[in-house]
């Protein structure tokens, strides 16, 4: 039989990029008294690893959970952008109810509509908090009515309509059911929860079932499976059964070595957990998403929505360039490929292949933010090897036409730029749908558009609107192939030898583009140093010193002044390179360089294509 555990409500924090998910967490662990008085606390603690609070994102969603009046709220904290949405629709199996923020100036952005679908096709009950709302600008009844507008688009039901408001600023630490009411506490939003948000149900004396929505990892102990008990109970050392909803093959009997509970930002080691509870399992080594943990007698497999497949791959090379292996401390295919396949036992948006050559991979992902956080983090541990230009996936359809990976993009400028922004976005195939004004004076843009149109426009975009420019993007499911892009109008400046760059041949050298490089770098034959202002290659020797003759000293010429190269981060140097040419990454330095070194042979490949 079935009942309710009222002492414990499971609940998602669902949001647009930097509506503040993570800020509003640390509030509800602060005011629940997890920290002691006068405990130090990180801002933003939940993003833990650095990349994330360097960039001031989440990419894993996170767990975590607070006491209130008795009862137990697990918390569970998701990531906004696009490339990340794998998380949140796992995620979402888990909870009973979302709390989904809005930004009380920007309003319904492109992605609180992706996961707002996502929570209402899954009938889970919604909680709309308003959240900024002492930001000067805020607009908080129009947000409101936005919000209801997208309720509607979305077919929401009549309970689904009828939910409660929440207007709150978490930075300051406090939520109101009205703007008129007083408040200095996150206190209503926590009512709201216990109140709007159902207890988990489920039949304690059935036979287990769990269904594993996340994984993580963990060096000592390996795989962490975590997930809500959805019937029975999970004791240590129970004997269980794995099953799949898409694996029907798949029957494996494990046992649970070690089982824990969340409290606050902690994972506790329990001996039992019953129906309801979020809890996390280890000591079983073959675990996966979406697989149910069963009791032997009734191996049923609870349905599991499929990950979402990549749409976008890089090659992953070992690094061949003359300064190979100077850098970096892991080198070798055995290592990247070590490395590559750990990766997959935390993120399952990735696919890692093998390729003909031993020294090459090809990785799959969600988008270039995806890909670019993956060779950040090598980067940072001490590897080194070469990446190539992203391309997409392509498929083909039961008529035999190539598709290709399609995207909405929503882009927000100010009216002075829209031309531009048009223009260029219609020379990547790009097809306005829409054009209306936004908040703030800005023109909002709607464009349907090929994932690889967008492949290393964000940089551009970013120049052709000074800065003021917002773009969004959300995947759009396959279309057909929409005709060849030329991503990149302007050539290469390459090194013609290997030596230390010098001011001279430098001086020389700029006049043809911007460069890169700096006086006093070392460069080898064949790497990029600079952009050429023209559509062609062009080789350039860096190198060069002044000749002294006998009417003149070396030195007698005016001191010369060269420009400041153009310091390129991870992201603009994928952006940057171009089919021919691989980024050599190492945890020193990111240089770009032409696949094929020597120039001979280059212009020979040229010549033949």
Do not use: W
């Amino acid at each position: 039989m079935k009942t309710k555990r009222e002492d414990v409500r499971n609940v998602a924090i669902i949001a647009h990029v930097d509506h503040g998910k993570t800020t509003l967490v640390d509030e509800l662990l602060k005011q629940s008294g997890v920290f002691r008085a006068g405990q130090e606390v990180a801002e933003r603690v939940m993003d833990s690893n650095d990349i994330e609070r360097e960039r001031g994102i989440t990419i894993l969603s996170k767990n975590t959970a607070v006491m209130y009046k008795n009862t137990k709220i697990n918390i569970v904290d998701t990531p906004g952008h696009a490339d990340f949405g794998g998380e949140v629709e796992r995620v979402l199996k888990m909870v009973n109810g979302v709390v989904l923020l809005v930004d009380a100036f920007e309003g319904a952005m492109p992605q609180t509509k992706f996961v707002l679908r996502k929570a209402l096709e899954l009938a889970l009950p919604v909680i709309v908090c308003v959240n900024k709302i002492d930001r000067p600008e805020a607009r908080p009844l129009e947000v409101v009515d936005e919000v209801l507008e997208l309720f509607l688009e979305l077919d929401a039901s009549d309970e689904q309509l009828d939910c409660p408001f929440i207007y709150a600023s978490a930075k300051a630490g406090f939520a109101k059911r009205s703007l008129e009411e007083e408040s200095n506490s996150m206190e209503p939003l926590f009512e709201t929860i216990l109140d709007y948000i159902p207890a988990p149900e489920g039949d304690p004396e059935a036979p287990t079932q769990m269904l594993v929505s996340t994984i993580d990892y963990n060096e000592y102990v390996g795989r962490i499976g975590v997930g809500k008990i959805d019937n029975g109970s999970l004791r240590v050392n129970q004997e269980i059964v794995l099953v799949n909803h898409h694996d029907p093959d798949k029957q494996k009997k494990v046992k649970v070595s070690k089982l824990y509970e969340f409290d606050g930002l902690n994972k506790t080691e329990v001996t039992e957990a019953g129906i309801g509870s979020i809890v996390a399992v280890s000591g079983i080594a073959d675990l996966h998403i979406g697989d149910t943990l069963c009791a032997p007698e009734n191996p049923t497999p609870i349905p599991f929505q499929k990950i979402s497949e990549p749409t976008i791959a890089m090659h992953f090379l070992v690094n061949d360039s003359p300064f190979a292996g100077k850098e970096g401390k892991y080198v070798t295919s055995r290592h990247i490929r070590d490395r590559l396949f750990r990766e997959l036992n935390t993120d399952v948006s990735l696919r890692v292949e093998e390729t003909e050559s031993a020294d090459c991979f090809k990785v799959s992902g969600r988008g270039e933010l995806h890909l670019s956080v993956l060779i950040e983090n090598m980067r940072r541990e001490g590897y080194e090897f070469a990446v190539s230009k992203a391309e997409v996936l392509y498929k083909t359809d039961e008529k035999g036409r190539k598709l290709e990976p399609m995207e909405l993009v929503y882009v927000d400028v100010p009216e002075e730029f829209s031309g531009s922004v048009i223009q260029k976005l219609s020379l990547r195939k790009g097809e306005l749908q829409g054009m209306g004004a936004a908040n703030g004076g800005y023109t909002r843009l709607e464009f349907a558009i090929p994932s690889r149109g967008l492949i290393g426009y964000r940089g551009e975009f970013m120049t052709d609107t000074k800065g003021n420019g917002i773009m969004n993007q959300v995947f759009d499911g396959y279309g057909l192939y929409k005709g060849d892009i030329s991503y990149r109008k302007n050539g290469s400046l390459i090194a013609f030898e290997t030596g230390d760059s010098v001011t001279y041949g430098l001086f020389n050298a700029q006049e043809r583009g911007t460069l890169f490089i700096g006086p006093g770098e070392k460069v080898y034959a064949g790497m990029v140093i600079g952009e050429n202002c023209k559509t062609d290659d062009v080789e350039v020797n860096v190198c060069k010193t002044k000749h002294l003759s006998n009417t003149r000293a070396s030195g007698s010429d005016d001191a010369l002044k060269l420009t400041t190269p153009r310091e390129m981060s991870l992201e603009q140097c994928l952006e940057f390179i171009d089919t021919d040419e691989l980024l050599e990454v190492t945890p020193k330095s990111l240089r770009i360089r032409k696949r094929i070194l020597d120039s001979k042979l280059r212009k020979r490949s040229a010549f033949s294509k």
